[in-house]
């Protein structure tokens, strides 16, 4: 069994940064696939990025490639979401989500963890 718990969110503008944290209880963290998705009011949820249990492999949206960087400390149970130059249009609900697995998914229903989500905001 694995909690996450994500952080960080919050309203900023248009060009400003965010750093989203994600800790996960569990002593086999390290072995968990994670990825962060987000839902904006009226649509779906959406793949962000993703990373394997050793960084080795990571893996970004068309639309966040560039700006957005995910990062782990295995160290400390937690997954980091870099958001740089933020647009009003990455406004939404950001999930952090695990999963016992070796290959990295971009599909939100092959992930079996979720947190609670967290709200970012970015004003134009």
């Known amino acids: 069994q694995v909690q996450l718990v994500e952080s960080g969110g919050g309203v900023v503008q248009a060009g400003d940064s965010l750093r989203l944290s994600c800790a996960a209880s569990?002593?086999?963290?390290?072995?968990?696939?994670m990825g962060w998705f987000r839902q904006a009011p009226g649509k779906e949820r959406e793949f962000v990025a993703a990373?394997?249990?050793?960084?080795?492999?990571?893996y970004y949206a068309d639309s966040v490639r560039g700006r957005f960087t995910l990062s782990r400390d295995n160290a400390k149970n937690t997954v980091y979401l870099q958001m740089d130059t933020l647009k009003p249009e990455d406004t939404a609900v950001y999930y952090c989500?695990?999963?016992?697995?070796?290959?990295?998914?971009?599909?939100?229903?092959?992930?079996?963890?979720w947190g609670q989500g967290t709200q970012v905001t970015v004003a134009s």
């Open positions: 989500a695990a999963d016992v697995s070796s290959f990295i998914y971009t599909e939100a229903n092959k992930y079996e963890y």
């Open positions: 569990g002593r086999t963290f390290r072995y968990y696939a």
């Open positions: 990373t394997s249990w050793n960084s080795g492999r990571t």
